[in-house]
């Protein structure tokens, strides 16, 4: 398991204050290093690093921290063979945005350390800004945030008119302060001496219109016609087309390229590889008692916190509270030696609800929160996995329905929203495989959340995938034979 950055005998230490680190302590750093430390710059001024907000081992890293006594936002580079190569490249891409009017950070310092191995450049910092991503995923509904959208969209478009275009355009590249929006990454910028055409624009509008999840087609829309406007252009049928077809591209590729970092250290995930025991957990949930429970998961079961949800032969589910973090823990079982022959070979049920979990999570279908999988190993071979979420506080949709009985909107609405979770779900060309009610859970905000994926199937081709969905639909209207009224008001939902 990972642990925090150490400074090393090459760190030049100040009596009050941080370490002043070399170029070797910054080539050694982990994806877990936040400590406090100094850059002592070739022209004798200093960079006091606070706060570490990305790192890429042995790349790069960006800091929020002091220079001449400001706030300040740095990157920082020390690739060995390429470090003065991309802060070029940088500066490169901010030049394009300022003689383009294009708002951005100031650049206020741009050198190097003594021995011209570390690069530096030293922004101004917007204080009282979040970036788009931040705003995205605070919001309540898409509505609440469509004007910010509305707005960044003309900036893509104004950008594009200009001949700028972001490669790697996604929300973190916007930061908003008041009315202004300002552009990040200047390492991404390209530039082109006439306006951007159509085609390349629609696919660059397709990336950023994609990270708005998968439920998000008529936003998407409305956000390309908004974008059509502001470039003056006339929409046919076939752009719009056109332009769906292009966000699926990209949702295969941002799920793609996303499935590879939630399976390797990164500075969201760790991975925990001994002779017994593998799996993936989520940086933020680490604590005290939460990593003595990856390296026992047993342990878990014997806390005085359990309590037991469900006890059955194949699968033990507890709730469980770990460094004042509740969290619901899935034990996997080996119910006998056969059993066990027939698993050890497989994707263990853990990994495979880890996966499909940030799978949904990435298009924004909710499902409870990913925090870890961990698996047995005996002479490599797999045994009992555990797959760990955080708890949902709520009921599930079985339980709402019969709470609000008697208050046909109230019902009405949960119906709509079930629905659309099980068609999002199915855009994913997913099926869940086993729709129990109980499988639906309504959290506090009203919010359907899809619950143990074990058992779901990703679909290889649309017949597949039809057949699935006609067989699940009728496995989850069996829910309701009891209660008619509410099973045709699903079957009007759902189109059966």
């Known amino acids: 398991m990972e642990k925090n950055y150490i400074v090393t005998s090459s760190s030049k230490h100040h009596e009050n204050g941080p370490a002043s680190l070399a170029w070797a302590d910054l080539y050694a750093a982990k994806f877990a290093f936040n400590t406090p430390f100094q ?63 294009i708002p951005t950070p ?133 752009d719009m087309y056109e332009l769906f077809i292009m966000i699926k591209h990209w949702n295969n590729l941002r799920w793609k390229k996303f499935a590879k970092k939630v399976f390797r250290d990164s500075s969201d995930y760790v991975s925990m590889h001994t002779w017994r025991l593998a799996g993936m957990y989520h940086r933020r949930y680490e604590g005290p008692e939460f990593i003595k429970f ?5 342990s878990a079961f014997y806390n005085p916190t359990a309590k037991l949800l469900k006890a059955g032969n194949s699968a033990t589910v507890i709730k469980v509270t770990l460094d004042h973090r509740e969290f619901v823990v899935k034990r996997y079982n080996m119910k006998s030696v056969w059993h066990r022959l027939r698993r050890c070979l497989r994707e263990t049920r853990a990994k495979k609800s880890w996966r499909l979990a940030q799978k949904l999570a990435l298009f924004d279908i909710p499902t409870a929160k990913p925090v870890a999988f961990i698996e047995h190993k005996s002479f490599g071979l797999r045994g009992k996995s555990y797959y760990v979420t955080e708890y949902v506080n709520g009921k599930h949709a079985g339980e709402y329905f019969t709470l609000h009985y008697n208050q046909d909107e109230e019902i009405s609405d949960m119906v709509k929203r079930i629905t659309m979770l099980l068609k999002n779900v199915a855009k994913l060309e997913i099926t869940h495989g086993d729709l129990k009610i109980t499988n639906i859970l309504v959290d506090k905000e009203k919010q359907p959340v899809l619950i143990d994926l074990d058992g ?29 009224a509410l099973r045709q008001k699903f079957e009007v939902e759902l189109g059966d």
Do not use: C
């Not at 990856?294 to 047993?298: G, I, V, W, Y």
């Not at 990703?458 to 209207?477: D, P, S, V």
């Open 39 to 101: 850059l002592d710059l070739s022209d004798h001024q200093e960079f006091l690093s606070e706060r570490v907000v990305r790192i890429i081992p042995k790349r790069r890293i960006v800091a929020f921290g002091l220079w001449q006594g400001r706030q300040v936002a740095a990157k920082i580079f020390f690739d060995p063979k390429l470090a003065q190569k991309q802060m070029e490249k940088d500066i490169a891409g901010i030049q394009l945005l300022k003689k383009n009017k």
């Open 106 to 238: 100031e650049l206020l310092y741009q050198g190097n350390t003594h021995d011209k191995r570390i690069y530096i450049l030293i922004f101004e910092r917007i204080v009282d800004a979040k970036n788009l991503e931040q705003i995205w995923r605070k919001k309540k509904s898409i509505d609440d945030v469509f004007p910010i959208l509305e707005f960044v969209v003309v900036e893509i478009a104004t950008q594009h008119v200009i001949g700028l275009m972001q490669r790697d355009l996604h929300l973190k590249n916007f930061l908003l302060s008041d009315k202004t929006i300002y552009t990040l990454d200047g390492a991404q910028i390209e530039f082109s001496a006439e306006l951007l055409p159509k085609k390349p624009s629609m696919r660059n509008l397709a990336l950023f219109l994609s990270q708005l999840g998968v439920d998000s087609e008529g936003y998407q829309e409305k956000l390309f016609r908004h974008y059509a406007n502001a470039r003056g252009w006339s929409l046919k049928q076939e």
């Open 294 to 298: 990856l390296a026992q998961p047993d």
């Open 456 to 484: 779901a199937t990703e679909h290889a081709t649309l017949a597949g995938l039809k057949k699935a969905w006609r067989k699940e639909i009728r496995r989850f209207l069996d829910n309701f034979h009891r209660h008619q």
